[in-house]
């Protein structure tokens, strides 16, 4: 069971992502527990203000350390288990199919989503928590971040999945035949015929060993094409 904890000012966002298809089955399969919490209740200002201006001044504001750390102190302990403490930003290490493997094999993770110019420095250097990107582009805010990193953990939970290979045979994840991470296969499903177009009559043979040779070579010469660098 994975346990997630979402800090974030705007929780409304989120509210769907975890209610709906896999990540829905994966909570009622008690293999993912989702919590979110507004930074907002844990503020101490009267008017409910989690953010001021940049000292040095400069466009947009920035999340006060107050609101952030005890939000985050009182959901932790909301859980004997410490878990991973992981804010979303920018500049941060990239995330990748490896990183969803190693958080779905976690017991708790808590994100902390940003929004304006971000956080107050100090806040890292209090808490020391690790940062994740999502890509090299910038975000209004850290919730989709957050939920895009939730979703590729939870979908990697075992038994989260209707069939565990296909955690196993797709883009990124190790291909066992090739020993490398590579891009997926082509994928075909009913008509057999559309429009003209004919599904390759090698995976309407029936013949497994060739099956699993024609996807391997499609997977080869789509990672080569698209994404060479993985096969370095
Ligand atoms: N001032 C920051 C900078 O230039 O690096 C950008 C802040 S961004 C507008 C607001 C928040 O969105 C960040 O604090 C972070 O939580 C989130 N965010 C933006 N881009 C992101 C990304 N690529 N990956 C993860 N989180 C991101």
């Known amino acids: 069971m994975l346990r997630i904890d979402i800090l974030t000012i705007f929780p409304e966002i989120l509210e769907n992502v975890f209610t709906t298809s896999m990540l829905k089955i994966a909570a009622e399969k ?3 527990e989702v919590h979110l919490h507004d ?6 200002n009267k008017h409910k203000r989690v953010d001021d201006r940049p000292f040095g ?4 504001m920035v999340l006060c350390c107050q609101p952030v750390i005890d ?3 009182a959901v932790r302990a909301m859980s004997d288990v410490e878990g991973r403490l992981i804010f979303t ?18 017991e708790r993770i808590i994100f902390v989503c940003g929004r304006y110019e971000g956080f107050d420095q100090r806040i ?9 990107s999502i890509g090299d582009y910038v975000l209004t805010g850290g919730e989709l971040a957050a ?13 989260v999945l209707g069939h565990d290979q296909s955690a196993v045979e797709e883009s990124f994840s190790l291909n066992t035949e090739h020993g490398g991470a590579l891009l997926d296969y082509p994928h075909y499903t009913q ?38 660098d993985l096969l370095k």
């Open 147 to 159: 939920a895009v990193m939730a979703d590729a953990a939870a979908r990697l939970i075992p038994g």
């Open 89 to 106: 930003g920018p500049d941060g290490n990239t995330f990748n199919q490896s990183y969803a493997q190693e958080f779905s094999e976690e």
């Open 191 to 228: 008509p057999a015929n559309y429009e003209g177009l004919e599904v390759p009559e090698i995976l309407r043979g029936g013949n497994h060993k060739l099956i699993n040779e024609w996807r391997l070579e499609r997977s080869l010469e789509k990672t080569k094409k698209i994404r060479p």
């Open 39 to 44: 930074i907002r209740d844990y503020t101490t």
């Open 124 to 132: 890292f250097e209090i808490l020391q928590p690790e940062i994740f």
């Open 57 to 60: 001044g400069g466009p947009g």
């Open 30 to 32: 008690d293999a993912l």
């Open 71 to 73: 939000a985050i102190t």
